[in-house]
């Protein structure tokens, strides 16, 4: 139908409100209580307009459209009301708007400017009503709330929880839950709609939460942002609530090729992002449901993978473990041809030959390869990548004359670090990759009836700890220089190695290794030596102040040093390197050497899987470019389907502790290599991906659009 507004003839769809047809045709009408996701409820009286043959301005939120309709959105009648209605709001409303954390994005502070309404004729009232901070991740601040409406709508209409109303008080009508009691106690969700929803600064995130260097929906999202890959893992999430294991793996899949490897074994960087650990202290158990989706995967996806037509160039990648595979994977969808070199005799990097069978079996490893291979390939009558393993290539520019057109160099660090301390040389001084390549290689030392000592305090080091508890040892100490509290091995690896025996000495000094008496040239115990304080002073360095009286000799058949490790054969490969042995290389992963990358932990040091996996998409993404492609690697191996914004009341369960699966017992556990922990039952997945608070939501809810932006 056809109505005209301030003298111009617009078309309008049938059933709309004048309001909703005026914004519509890019005619602004100030607006307090209609949101675009909401209903509009006709309570702010700031959208009156006059309508011909209409005695009185009407609400243009409450008058629905009809033919021929006359009206004007500046009337002088219509203006008085709108005035009047806003003086009234700003009576109560606190006039330090610089204060406010919506300053400069508040649809109030818009208004008012848009209306003329000079804030010094503002007959302020106090409305001294505290802010309430009681509550994790949302503060109230009363003070700046108008009384809309909009946050109990949301919660009711659009998310299903029915938590916020209007509650009577003292200093009048407030919005609040029933009886006051906690957000909790009433069954919030915490979804973060009445935040988004709010036009003024009077719910917010709690304060200190957001990271003005990060951009509104990482604040929003923080998992995902936390991914180093960014996988979308509330995506994911609510596909395994949904028992849709196949959609949830597809949608980790278009961004990391290895879902179960990292369903064992993640650093979940994560789960220390998630907002649970400010609601309860515990986060969501996304890695360990990443495996429940992972081992449940009946590959349907593989029909959508990316297969560009081939290009005809070659590229060459040394080094097989993530980040090479990850690359090799997506340089293969781009249509090219890709060689990998591996000086092993398998592939899988460190994720074979650094982490211990019963965390990734190579089982696991050697199934996600052969998913790749087979999705490279395709209906191709030739792969598409060849592994070349056994083949160490100590030259990697030299590919570039050997037929290829771009190198990535992918070498990881498989060279372990020993301290050059008293005692270094002893024999029965061992180093952590070494150890951990000899056990998954079957020919590891017996350990049987030995005392066991290692130095570091890091995921690999309790590697090293719990492999010497499967090869028999009598007795296993680990010592590192760290706090327990700042080291860097995970809660869970370090309260699973003390249920298996491992003794840890956390806050310690590494003085000497001994020599055994009646045994020359062999260690017979360690020294090491309480710390007092540790910290770096003006100049960077490490300044240790040890604690008198501290010092603990602790007899030891070997020591393993689990202090770092670095890449080998660097050094005569003609790049740039920078702390010793490390590749630079820019932020594509380009290195000094034209037509040659490097990624993974050769550049940035020891890092994690994850970390390997997205420096491998980076450089990708760049090389595909560099051969004339788009660089376009992002897939989508399933159709998007919107999330409902109706998410229900809190289930059973929602405020508690994350769900735990099933451990084989330590006694079991610590004579073999066999994985211990179980992956989550259908049930123990529902139930704890039912706990995610679902923050997405908040970024599928439209965004008010100011006057200005008319």
Same mark, same amino acid.
């Given at each position: 139908?056809?109505?005209?507004?301030?003298?111009?003839?617009?078309?309008?769809?049938?059933?709309?409100?004048?309001?909703?047809?005026?914004?519509?045709?890019?005619?602004?009408?100030? #607006?307090?209580?209609?949101?675009?996701?909401?209903?509009?409820?006709?309570?702010?009286?700031?959208?009156?307009?006059?309508?011909?043959?209409?005695?009185?301005?009407? $609400?243009?939120?409450?008058?629905?459209?009809?033919?021929?309709?006359?009206?004007?959105?500046?009337?002088?009648?219509?203006?008085?009301?709108?005035?009047?209605?806003?003086?009234?709001?700003?009576?109560?409303?606190?006039? &330090? $708007?610089?204060?406010?954390?919506?300053?400069?994005?508040?649809?109030?502070?818009?208004?008012?400017?848009?209306?003329?309404?000079?804030?010094?004729?503002?007959?302020? %009232?106090?409305?001294?009503?505290?802010?309430?901070?009681?509550?994790?991740?949302?503060?109230?601040?009363?003070?700046?709330?108008?009384?809309?409406?909009?946050?109990?709508?949301?919660?009711?209409?659009?998310?299903?929880?029915?938590?916020?109303?209007?509650?009577?008080?003292?200093?009048?009508?407030?919005?609040?839950?029933?009886?006051?009691?906690?957000?909790?106690?009433?069954?919030?969700?915490?979804?973060?709609?009445?935040?988004?929803?709010?036009?003024?600064?009077?719910?917010?995130?709690?304060?200190?939460?957001?990271?003005?260097?990060?951009?509104?929906?990482?604040?929003?999202?923080?998992?995902?942002?936390?991914?180093?890959?960014?996988?979308?893992?509330?995506?994911?999430?609510?596909?395994?609530?949904?028992?849709?294991?196949?959609?949830?793996?597809?949608?980790?899949?278009?961004?990391?090729?290895?879902?179960?490897?990292?369903?064992?074994? $993640?650093?979940?960087?994560?789960?220390?992002?998630?907002?649970?650990?400010?609601?309860?202290?515990?986060?969501?158990?996304?890695?360990?449901?990443?495996?429940?989706?992972?081992?449940?995967?009946?590959?349907?996806? %593989?029909?959508?993978?990316?297969?560009?037509?081939?290009?005809?160039? %070659?590229?060459?990648?040394?080094?097989?473990?993530?980040?090479?595979?990850?690359?090799?994977?997506?340089?293969?969808?781009?249509?090219?041809?890709?060689?990998?070199?591996?000086?092993?005799?398998?592939?899988?990097?460190?994720?074979?030959?650094?982490?211990?069978?019963?965390?990734?079996?190579?089982?696991?490893?050697?199934?996600?390869?052969?998913?790749?291979?087979?999705?490279?390939?395709?209906?191709?009558?030739?792969?598409?990548?060849?592994?070349?393993?056994?083949?160490?290539?100590?030259?990697?520019?030299?590919?570039?004359?050997?037929?290829?057109?771009?190198?990535?160099?992918?070498?990881?660090?498989?060279?372990?670090?020993?301290?050059?301390?008293?005692?270094?040389?002893?024999?029965?001084?061992?180093?952590?990759?070494?150890?951990?390549?000899?056990?998954?290689?079957?020919?590891?030392?017996?350990?049987?009836?030995?005392?066991?000592?290692?130095?570091?305090?890091?995921?690999?080091?309790?590697?090293?700890?719990?492999?010497?508890?499967?090869?028999?040892?009598?007795?296993?100490?680990?010592?590192?220089?760290?706090?327990?509290?700042?080291?860097?091995?995970?809660?869970?690896?370090?309260?699973?190695?003390?249920?298996?025996?491992?003794?840890? #000495? &956390?806050?310690?000094?590494?003085?000497?290794?001994?020599?055994?008496?009646?045994?020359?040239?062999?260690?017979?115990?360690?020294?090491?030596?309480?710390?007092?304080?540790?910290?770096?002073?003006?100049?960077?360095?490490?300044?240790?102040?040890?604690?008198?009286?501290?010092?603990?000799?602790?007899?030891?058949?070997?020591?393993?040093?689990?202090?770092?490790? %670095?890449?080998?054969?660097?050094? &005569?490969?003609?790049?740039?390197?920078?702390?010793?042995?490390?590749?630079?290389?820019?932020?594509?992963?380009?290195?000094?050497?034209?037509?040659?990358?490097?990624?993974?932990?050769?550049?940035?040091?020891?890092?994690?899987?994850?970390?390997?996996?997205?420096?491998?998409?980076?450089?990708?993404?760049?090389?595909?470019?560099?051969?004339?492609?788009?660089?376009?690697?992002?897939?989508?191996?399933?159709?998007?389907?919107?999330?409902?914004?109706?998410?229900?009341?809190?289930?059973?369960?929602?405020?508690?502790?994350?769900?735990?699966?099933?451990?084989?017992?330590?006694?079991?556990?610590?004579?073999?290599?066999?994985?211990?922990?179980?992956?989550?039952?259908?049930?123990?997945?529902?139930?704890?991906?039912?706990?995610?608070?679902?923050?997405?939501?908040?970024?599928?809810?439209?965004?008010?659009?100011?006057?200005?932006?008319?």
């Amino acid at each position: 139908m056809k109505i005209t507004i301030n003298g111009d003839e617009v078309e309008v769809a049938e059933g709309k409100n004048l309001l909703e047809a005026s914004l519509d045709a890019g005619v602004y009408i100030p #607006h307090l209580c209609k949101h675009p996701d909401l209903e509009a409820v006709g309570g702010c009286r700031l959208c009156m307009v006059e309508v011909e043959g209409e005695d009185a301005p009407v $609400c243009a939120c409450k008058t629905q459209v009809r033919e021929g309709m006359v009206v004007n959105t500046a009337g002088e009648a219509a203006e008085r009301v709108r005035k009047l209605a806003m003086e009234l709001i700003l009576a109560t409303h606190p006039t &330090d $708007c610089t204060g406010c954390p919506k300053y400069g994005k508040c649809e109030l502070q818009s208004m008012y400017q848009y209306m003329g309404v000079s804030p010094t004729r503002w007959r302020v %009232k106090s409305r001294p009503v505290p802010t309430d901070e009681s509550n994790p991740l949302i503060t109230h601040m009363f003070t700046r709330c108008i009384r809309c409406g909009r946050c109990v709508r949301a919660c009711r209409e659009l998310r299903g929880a029915g938590v916020l109303d209007y509650q009577h008080s003292e200093g009048g009508i407030r919005i609040g839950t029933d009886g006051s009691v906690s957000l909790q106690e009433a069954g919030c969700r915490f979804c973060g709609a009445c935040i988004e929803v709010c036009p003024t600064g009077s719910i917010i995130d709690t304060l200190n939460m957001f990271d003005e260097n990060k951009s509104y929906a990482d604040n929003v999202v923080p998992c995902r942002e936390g991914c180093p890959a960014h996988v979308d893992i509330p995506r994911y999430l609510r596909l395994v609530k949904d028992k849709r294991y196949t959609e949830a793996a597809a949608v980790v899949r278009e961004k990391v090729p290895f879902p179960e490897s990292l369903g064992n074994i $993640c650093v979940h960087n994560c789960q220390s992002a998630c907002k649970r650990n400010e609601l309860n202290g515990t986060p969501l158990s996304v890695c360990r449901l990443k495996r429940a989706a992972a081992v449940r995967d009946e590959g349907t996806w %593989k029909a959508n993978v990316r297969h560009e037509q081939l290009s005809g160039k %070659k590229v060459a990648v040394v080094g097989a473990g993530p980040a090479g595979l990850t690359a090799a994977l997506y340089c293969a969808e781009k249509g090219h041809k890709v060689d990998v070199f591996e000086a092993n005799e398998k592939v899988g990097g460190q994720m074979r030959y650094g982490i211990p069978a019963y965390r990734l079996p190579d089982e696991v490893v050697d199934g996600e390869v052969a998913t790749i291979l087979e999705i490279a390939q395709g209906t191709d009558p030739e792969p598409r990548i060849e592994l070349r393993c056994g083949e160490r290539v100590a030259d990697p520019k030299a590919l570039l004359s050997q037929g290829y057109d771009a190198v990535l160099v992918t070498i990881g660090t498989h060279d372990g670090t020993v301290l050059p301390m008293a005692g270094h040389d002893l024999e029965g001084v061992l180093r952590n990759t070494d150890f951990l390549k000899a056990a998954r290689n079957g020919s590891a030392p017996d350990l049987t009836g030995l005392r066991i000592m290692v130095l570091g305090g890091g995921n690999v080091a309790y590697d090293c700890a719990r492999t010497a508890v499967r090869l028999g040892a009598a007795s296993v100490d680990l010592a590192c220089l760290e706090a327990e509290a700042v080291m860097t091995s995970t809660p869970e690896e370090r309260e699973e190695a003390a249920e298996e025996g491992i003794v840890l #000495h &956390d806050a310690h000094a590494f003085t000497s290794i001994n020599e055994a008496a009646g045994n020359p040239g062999h260690v017979g115990s360690m020294t090491i030596h309480k710390i007092e304080k540790f910290y770096f002073d003006e100049n960077h360095r490490a300044v240790t102040e040890l604690r008198e009286g501290g010092e603990l000799t602790i007899d030891v058949d070997r020591v393993i040093f689990a202090v770092g490790q %670095k890449p080998e054969g660097t050094a &005569d490969m003609g790049f740039e390197l920078t702390h010793g042995p490390y590749i630079v290389a820019d932020a594509e992963g380009k290195t000094s050497v034209e037509g040659v990358w490097a990624a993974g932990d050769c550049v940035t040091g020891t890092k994690s899987v994850i970390a390997a996996i997205e420096a491998g998409r980076e450089c990708a993404s760049a090389i595909d470019r560099f051969l004339g492609g788009d660089g376009d690697i992002d897939a989508a191996l399933i159709d998007f389907e919107a999330p409902s914004q109706f998410i229900g009341k809190v289930p059973e369960g929602f405020y508690g502790e994350a769900v735990q699966p099933q451990f084989v017992p330590a006694p079991e556990r610590s004579g073999n290599f066999n994985t211990f922990e179980c992956p989550f039952t259908e049930e123990e997945a529902t139930c704890e991906a039912s706990r995610c608070l679902q923050c997405d939501l908040r970024l599928t809810l439209t965004t008010p659009r100011l006057w200005n932006e008319y």
